[in-house]
C-alpha cells in the first residue's frame, strides 16, 4: 500500500450528470404508487460525509404521512392485484426488479457512495451486487412456501374424521426501519421476504441516508409492483419511525438498528402485541489462537474492524490474541490501519471513507477520549485528520480492561480494541463477557481448537479463519442483546408468515 499520509485528503470528485440530475430532482414520500408530498413542508437535509455538504433533502414525514402510507399499504394488502397474484408472479416481479438494479448498478453504487461515505468502489463490488443477488435469492422462496398436513388423535362423535393441515399466510402490513451503514443493502434484507411471502410495507430509511432507498423505489414502480405494495416515508426515528411503530394497523415492525432503539421499539410494539425481529448492536469478537497463519490473521483482523469504516453491526472490534502472537497481530493490525488511504467516496484512490455523519464522527472520538482517560494506550489513529467531512483515522487500542467502555459499548466506528489471553480454556467466557451475542470469529488451524470453541461462544454466527462474510441463505441475527429473528435463509419465512391450522370435519 501506498504510505501518503492520512492527513491528505483529496477533494470529492464531482458526481456524474446522471447522479447530478437525480439530486436536484425534489424528493417525495413514495405512497400508492405515487411520489406525493408530504403533509409537512419540513425537509431533513442530505449530506456529503466527505464534504459535510447538504446534497439533497427529503420530506420529514408526519404522523398523517405514516397514517396514509399504512392505509395505502393494507389497501394493497386486503384486495387488488397483489392480494390475488401468483406465487410465481411475484417471484417474476423480485426478478425485474434486480435486473433493473444490475441495468442501474453503477448508478446506485454512486448514490450509496455520496450519500454513505463509503466508496464506490466497495458499493459497487459488495452492496449493489449483494442488493440484486438478495433479490434474486428471495424470488426462489415466493413459489416454496409451504405448509403440511399431519394426523390428529381427535375423539369426535363416532363415525366422525379430520382432515387437518396448516398453511402459511402472509403476516400482513410490514413496517420497515433500517440504518445507515449499508443503505440499500438493508432495504433489500428487509424488502425480499417480505415482497417473497406477499406481505405489504412501508419502509422508512434511516434519515441520514434515504437517497438510494428513494431510487430503489422508483426502481419498484418501474418494475411494476402494484401500487401500494411498497411505500416509501422518509423522517426521524423518533417521530416518522415511532409513528410506524405505533399504528394499529401494522402487523409486523422489522428493525435493524442500535440495542438502544430495539428497546424502545419492542416496548411500544407490545401495545399492539405486534410481531417484531431486531437486528441490533453487537462487539463481537475475534480470537487468534497461537497456531496461525500471521499473514492471513492480520489482513483478516484488519478488514474485520476497519471495513465500512467500521460501522458495521458485525465488526470484529474486540480483538483477543493469544499472548504467544499479541505483539505481532497488534503490530501488523496497527501497521495495515496507518497505511489505509482516507479520502472521499467518489476518488478512486480511497481506500476508506469518512464516517456517515458529524454526529458518528463525535460519537466514535467521544469513546477515543474515553479509552485514553480511562488509560488505554493508542498503538495508531486516535483522531480526526485535519480536513473537512466527517473522517476519523483507523485506531488501534491496548492496555485495555474488561470494564472500560470502549470495550464494553458498541462504537461502530474504525476503533479495535485489543487484548491478551493465556488460557485456552478461559477465552470463551472473555469472549462473551458482552450483553451482545451477534457475531464472532475464530482464527485456528487446528481443528480440535476450533471445535471446542464455536459451541462454546454465544453468537447468531461465527466465522472460522474469516470474518463477516454473509450470504442470503446463510441465518443471520442475534443472541442476547443483539436482538432476535433471523434474516436470510428459510429460516426467515417464519419471520414474515402466520401459521394457520385447518380442522375440518369429514
Ligand atoms: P443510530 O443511533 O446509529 O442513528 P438508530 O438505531 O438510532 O441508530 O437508527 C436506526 C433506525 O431507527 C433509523 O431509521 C432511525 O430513524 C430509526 N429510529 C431511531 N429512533 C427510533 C424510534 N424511537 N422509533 C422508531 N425508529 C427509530
Ligand atoms: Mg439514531
Sequence with gaps: MNAVPQSTIAAQPAPSARVAEFLKRPRRLLIGGEWVEAQSSKRIPVMDPATGKEIASVPDASAEDVNRAVAAARAAFEKGPWADMLPAQREALLWKLSDLIDQHADELAELESLNNGKTKFMASIIDVPSTRDYFRYMAGWATKIEGSTFQTSIHGPPGMKFHTYFTREPVGVVAQIIPWNFPLAMAAWKLGPALATGCTVVLKPAEQT??????????????????????????HGETTGAALVAHPDVNKIAFTGSTEVGKIINKAATDTVKRVTLELGGKSP????????????????????????????AAGSRLFAHKSVFDKVVEGVSNAASTIRLGP????????????SREQQERVLGYIQSGRKEGAAIVTGGEAPPHEGYYVKPTVMVNVKPDMKVVREEIFGPVLVAQRFEDIDEIAAMANDTPYGLAASVWSNDVRTVNRIVPKLRAGTVWVNCHGFVDPAMPFGGFKQSGFGREHGRVVLDQYTEIKSVCMAV
Design 210 to 235: 434515504p437517497l438510494t432507498a428513494l431510487r430503489l423505489g422508483e426502481l419498484i414502480i418501474e418494475a411494476g409492483f402494484p401500487p401500494g405494495v411498497v411505500n416509501i416515508v422518509t423522517g
Design 286 to 313: 475475534v480470537i487468534v489462537f497461537p497456531d496461525v497463519d500471521l499473514d492471513s490473521v492480520v489482513g483478516g483482523a484488519a478488514n474485520a474492524i476497519f471495513f465500512n469504516s467500521g460501522q458495521v453491526c
Design 345 to 356: 467516496g467518489l476518488d478512486p484512490q480511497t481506500q476508506m471513507g469518512p464516517l456517515v
